[in-house]
């Protein structure tokens, strides 16, 4: 059974940063991809960025230019590094893995991934 462990959140000013980790365990091998999601209360939950093992990344246009993803494979962890956080930005943070044979190219799509983490609560504010 994979388990995802997010750290990293907090309260922060508007224009401050934070960096996200993610840890997955538990891995079989093969090909994975890690995505980092948010949710804001009453809002549905939103992709923001992933990383495939074999080196490619993808971004929600809401958060490029700002927000950078990066997977170090050896640790097996997942970070998501945002800068200039606004508001807007506060939520819960998930992270989510499954296979690649599995999610494919839909990267953003929530319902492509199995596993997922408990969260990590963001507050900015202004």
């Known amino acids: 059974q994979v388990q995802l462990v997010e750290s990293g959140g907090g309260s922060v000013l508007a224009g401050e940063s934070l960096r996200l980790s993610c840890k997955r365990s538990?891995?079989?091998?093969?090909?994975?991809?890690m995505g980092w999601f948010r949710q804001a209360p009453g809002e549905e939950r939103k992709a923001l960025a992933a990383a495939y093992t074999f080196g490619q990344t993808k971004y929600a246009d809401s958060v490029k230019g700002r927000f950078t993803v990066s997977l170090d494979t050896a640790k097996s962890t997942l970070y998501l590094d945002m800068d200039r956080l606004e508001p807007e930005d506060t939520a819960k943070y998930y992270c989510?893995?499954?296979?690649?044979?599995?999610?494919?190219?839909?990267?953003?799509?929530?319902?492509?991934?199995?596993?997922w983490g408990q969260g990590t609560q963001v507050t900015v504010s202004s």
């Open positions: 538990s891995y079989s091998g093969g090909e994975y991809i």
């Open positions: 989510a893995t499954d296979s690649v044979s599995r999610v494919g190219p839909a990267w953003s799509n929530t319902n492509a991934f199995q596993y």
